[in-house]
Each structure stands twice: as C-alpha cells, then as structure tokens.
C-alpha cells in the first residue's frame, strides 16, 4: 500500500515543499496539489517536480471545466515532462459554487463532459490528429462554426509517456462507474471502509465489467487524516469544520453530493441536521453535529495497533493508497506519522 499527502490550497506553499521534501526521505509515495479557488495548482506541480527526485505528483483536482481537453491534456503531458514522468492528472467536477461562482461556467453534464475529456486527453499523449465529435466538445471547430481553417493537429513534443496515469475523483454511482471503467485511478472523498463496498460496490461493479484490460487494477485513493500515539483521540475534533463544510455547506439542499454520502452511509438524520445548522449560519453548531463514529471510521487515529488495524480495514475495502492528512502540528512530527505508517504497513 502506499502513502500519500496533500498540501494546502490556503497558504504556507514554501512550508509545505520543505515538509514534501522531508516527506519524500521518510517514505511518502504521492503528493497531491489542489485547485479549488485558490492559486492554480499548475505552478506548483511544476515547482515541486524541481524540488523533489522519486515521489509522485498529482493534481488533486484539476477541475474538468476550467480548461479546455486538449490544454489539460498539454499541462498533463508538460508536468510529466518535468517531472520525469511521475506526474498523475487527477481530474473532478467540483461543484456548481466554485464551477459558476467563480469562473463563470455553466456547471452541465459532468459525467458525459468527463469521458469525452479523456478520450481527448489519450489522442494528445499518443500524438494523434485529434478529432473528436461529441456533445460537449468538436475538434476541430466546423467551419459553420469558426474560420473554417481549423484542421486536426498533433501535439508537437513526444511525451515522456503516451498513456498518463488519470485519476477520477468521484463520489455518485454514475460517476463512480465512469471511473471504474475509464481511469487507472479513483479518489473517493469520505472513505468509509467498513460502508464503502454497500455505497459502491455495484457502482464500481459495473464500471469494472467495461472496463479495458490494458488500464490494469483500478487504484483506489483514501484520504485519511492521521495520528498515531497513545493520546490522541482529541485531534479528531480538528475535522470537524472540514466534514460540516462539506456536509452542510457545499451545496443547497437537494443539491449538496457529500450530504447525500453522509446519508448512504447511514447518517441521515445527522445528515440533515449538519446542513441545517450550517446553512443557518451556526457554524460551530454544525461542526458539533458531526457524529464522533464517523471521524473515527475515516481516520487513522489512535495507538499504533489500532491504527494498523484500520489500515487492514482500507486494505480490505480494496484501498491502494492512503492519502493521509497528518493532524499533529509541526513538520517533525508530521514526518514521524508518515514513518510511522510507513513501518506499520510495512
């Protein structure tokens, strides 16, 4: 199994190479770079490819609205080239708040958008003339509908690799069966293990029984927050804001994909409780609801053998990387926790 990490999209980036890059001798395998509405995620790939020499890196997300396919496809093919191949594109939908709040684009049709990106994205990486004609996305432009000069073009650079790793993070069952047939990897927000295979099992099923043999086994990516010790159970309260955010506030009702997980997982009524009070300005009132069995379920927290229990829990549920989110403040023991379950998992 491997490790992984992301930083964050707030702020302290030269803190956080300097982690990576301590990160990177105690074992980490991945590092993943978020774009949500913050500074784009390309720049700093790009820096971290410099800084480092073995781990991986990801975009976690790019967000399959913001670019075009074919530049998606140029920035992957770009920081693979810097990287020396050890680059991910790690793809997503966001939401309608970031997607039409901030960029200003009609938030439609994320699953149709999503195959169609990455058909586009492989003719790039192998050099072909892309043409495609879908509903979404036409290359080249008909003439009817430009200059009439638009003809199928290659890309010019050889990529290190023709075929970059894509990675889908997915969260409803048409999306999750997109991704078992289309990506080599899935990330799932939440991840329950002891829940996931009744939340996706038949979603993954079915994406699975399409999918081509040549992508290999699907990769899973577990996003765990993390601390192993004796005394520890108290840094749990440090997630609540984030899963009351999620739960309560990303989204109105109806209309918000990680309450309706929080409900596929059993909790509907804390569910709903969450958003109301969030929804309602009570912030911290939401962050209370979050029920204590669910922080626990999606962590790795606790003595050290609980903690490789839990590990074996993920495995189990068919996780093949633990993209852990250390909770224990400072650098030195942010890169204890990832030795730590470096030795655990052995």
Same mark, same amino acid.
């Given at each position: ?14 803190e ?11 074992g980490l ?7 949500a ?19 991986? /890196? =990801?975009? @976690?997300?790019f967000? &399959?609205?913001?670019?075009?396919p ?6 992957? #093919?770009? $920081?693979?080239?810097?990287s020396?191949?050890?680059f991910t594109l ?34 790039v ?56 047939? /289309? =990506?080599? @990897?899935?990330?799932? &927000? ?8 009744e939340?996706?099992? #038949?979603? $993954? ?10 992508l ?30 999620y739960?309560g ?5 109806g ?17 709903k409780?969450?958003?109301d ?12 609801a ?26 189990e ?16 023991a942010?890169v ?6 470096r030795?655990?998992?052995?």
């Amino acid at each position: 199994m491997r490790i992984g990490t992301g930083i964050s999209y707030s702020g302290g980036f030269a803190e956080s190479v300097e982690d990576v890059v301590e990160l990177e001798k105690a074992g980490l395998d991945i590092v993943f770079v978020p774009e949500a509405y913050s500074f784009d995620a390309v720049s700093q790939l790009g820096y971290l490819a410099a800084k480092t020499e073995r781990i991986g /890196l =990801a975009s @976690g997300i790019f967000q &399959i609205y913001t670019r075009t396919p074919s530049l998606t496809a140029m920035t992957a #093919a770009g $920081l693979d080239f810097v990287s020396g191949g050890r680059f991910t594109l790690g793809l997503g939908a966001s939401g309608p708040q970031v997607i039409e709040g901030f960029h200003g684009v009609k938030y439609d049709a994320p699953l149709a958008r999503t195959r169609e990106i990455v058909d586009i994205c492989r003719q790039v990486w192998r050099r072909e003339r892309v043409q495609h004609q879908g509903r979404h996305y036409t290359i080249p432009l008909p003439a009817d509908q430009g200059t009439g000069l638009g003809k199928p073009l290659k890309l010019i650079n050889h990529p290190v690799r023709e075929r970059i790793p894509i990675l889908l993070a997915s969260l409803g069952p048409k999306n999750v069966a997109l991704t078992a047939e /289309l =990506a080599e @990897g899935w990330e799932p &927000i939440f991840f329950h293990p002891e829940r996931a295979a009744e939340v996706w099992g #038949a979603a $993954l099923a079915e994406g699975k029984a399409k999918r081509d043999p040549a992508l290999g086994e699907l990769d899973v990516f577990a996003g765990p927050a993390l601390a192993i010790g004796e005394d520890v159970d108290h840094l749990l309260d440090q997630l609540r804001p984030m899963v009351a955010l999620y739960v309560g506030g990303m989204g109105a009702r109806g209309r918000n994909f990680y309450n309706t997980l929080a409900v596929r997982y059993g909790y509907e009524a804390e569910a709903k409780q969450i958003q109301d009070l969030y929804l309602d300005g009570k912030k911290d009132a939401a962050a209370a609801a979050v029920p204590e069995e669910l922080l626990r379920a999606i962590s790795l927290v606790g003595p050290a053998s609980y903690v490789r229990e839990r590990v074996a829990a993920f495995a189990e549920a068919g996780v093949t990387t633990l993209v852990v989110s250390p909770l224990q403040p400072g650098r030195a023991a942010r890169v204890a926790a990832v030795s730590q379950l470096r030795e655990l998992i052995g």
